[in-house]
């Protein structure tokens, strides 16, 4: 248990590093793609980073 509760923390932890490394503009740019899974994880990722 302890092991897989490790693996999730750090999951997490990398996957907001990924997100704190996109510029706004990078973010801007996938809000606005064609691509709607792209344009949902673009347009969360900014208005999170808003807060």
Excluded: E, F
């Excluded at 490790?6 to 990924?18: G, H, M, N, P, Q």
């Excluded at 704190?20 to 949902?40: A, F, G, M, P, R």
């Amino acid at each position: 248990m302890r092991v897989l509760s490790t693996i999730v923390l750090v999951t997490l932890l990398c996957a907001s590093a990924v997100l704190y490394s996109q510029t706004q503009d990078d973010l801007w740019t996938q809000c606005t793609s064609n691509n709607v899974d792209t344009n949902i994880a673009g347009c969360t990722a900014l208005i999170q980073s808003a807060s």
